[in-house]
């Protein structure tokens, strides 16, 4: 297997780059997080990773973006432009998701209680640092349009 690159140590969450690939520890959640991260290609919304699966260790495998992410991020929103690039990305974001019908049973990383039909699943955590960035404008993924949100 290729080299992995540490992106985060936390003491359940260590991240790798491996490649083109991000690999993170599986969690409760994963199932219907890549159920969304797969409506969110279908409905061709390109600023989110693509999952791939899982590896040999268990670890699920997400496409990597490269750009400028975490606390690099906080400078990306300080002009005008970055801060509306970062509005329009939620927007898309939420507009994407509207269609979305989580699986049954779906599970998350905090209890929100049931969904209905009517509702949007958000974020919840969405920031400058959780977003990949050139410049001002948040990046698509590699085989996704390069236009910005």
């Not at 268990?58 to 005008?80: H, P, Q, Y």
């Not at 970055?82 to 974001?93: C, H, K, P, S």
């Amino acid at each position: 297997m290729a080299s992995e690159e540490v992106m985060q140590d936390g003491v359940h969450r260590r991240v790798v780059r491996i490649g083109d690939t991000v690999r993170r520890p599986v969690q409760p959640w994963t199932p219907s997080v890549h159920a969304l991260l797969r409506h969110l290609e279908e409905v061709g919304f390109a600023y989110a990773p693509r999952p791939l699966g899982f590896d040999e260790e268990g670890r699920e495998i997400l496409t990597f973006i490269d750009g400028d992410s975490g606390s690099a991020g906080w400078a990306k929103v300080v002009d005008d432009q970055g801060l509306r690039n970062f509005a329009r990305l939620l927007r898309d974001y939420h507009d994407a998701c509207a269609g979305f019908s989580p699986p049954p049973g779906a599970t998350w990383s905090v209890d929100a209680g049931g969904s209905s039909h009517d509702e949007t699943v958000c974020h919840g955590d969405f920031g400058p640092w959780n977003v990949v960035w050139q410049g001002n404008r948040p990046l698509p993924g590699r085989s996704a349009p390069s236009a910005p949100p």
